[in-house]
């Protein structure tokens, strides 16, 4: 039950360099409208602007607008 290892090797300089790329697969926009998130129901991540709130299981989740299967289409 314990975890796979890792590939890691000590730099020059003594830092541990693990060989994970560093950094968020999400782009970084400078200001905060433009955020992703995940639809609710299919996952995947869109701009906020493409999302919608909806009530689901007593809570508000925000979910793609029209639909999933739409904005796929599109």
Do not use: W
């Amino acid at each position: 039950m314990s975890k796979p290892p890792t590939k890691d090797a000590i730099l020059n300089d003594g830092l541990r360099y693990k060989t994970k790329v560093g950094g968020s697969p999400f782009r970084a926009d400078p200001y905060i409208g433009a955020a992703s998130m995940s639809c609710f129901l299919c996952g995947k991540h869109r701009p906020r602007q493409e999302l919608q709130s909806r009530k689901l299981i007593g809570k508000s989740q925000f979910v793609c607008a029209p639909s999933c299967k739409a904005r796929d289409a599109a």
